[in-house]
């Protein structure tokens, strides 16, 4: 009893009528003739990307996610941050100074974070600034 096992036919294939792109009147889609490059509004340099003349600062020589709070400290109104490096040594950051590789500046400090906008270079070359913290590690 040689049995053959039954196999269900193949479905029908449906055919697409392909799409014919006439560029005669509208825009090509790779052009970037339309795009509008955004800068960082009070980018310091004053032309929307980081200052080539600033001094680079000793924790801009490592990636913001390889940098880690470990406490605050407090005078007066004056509050730092006190940052650790992944080599292991222990600094402190107040408003103003600069960390991480995208030139990012602290804007804030508080016991639980320190808060500060970096300025990443877009595909056109334009700067745009974006919010970036680093939470304090419990």
């Known amino acids: 009893a040689d049995k053959k096992p039954r196999v269900e036919p193949l479905p029908e294939v449906k055919t697409q009528e392909a ?3 006439t560029p005669a009147n509208l825009t090509d ?6 795009l509008k490059p955004q800068t960082a509004k009070g980018a310091p340099g004053g032309v929307g ?5 600033r001094r680079k600062e000793l924790l801009e020589d490592y ?3 390889s940098l ?5 400290l ?3 109104r004056q509050a730092w941050a006190i940052v650790q490096t992944p080599d292991g040594a222990v600094y402190r950051a107040k408003v103003g ?9 602290i804007v804030r400090v508080t016991e639980e974070k320190v808060e500060l906008i970096e300025l990443i270079q877009g595909s056109l070359g334009d ?3 974006r919010e970036a913290s680093i939470a304090l590690l419990e």
């Open 63 to 65: 990636p913001l996610d």
């Open 97 to 105: 100074d600069h960390l991480g590789q995208n030139y990012g500046q």
């Open 127 to 129: 700067w745009v600034e």
């Open 74 to 76: 407090t005078r007066g």
């Open 29 to 34: 889609p790779f052009s970037a003739f339309n």
């Open 68 to 72: 880690k709070m470990v406490g605050t």
């Open 49 to 53: 990307g980081p200052d080539p003349n």
């Open 19 to 21: 799409f014919v792109y």
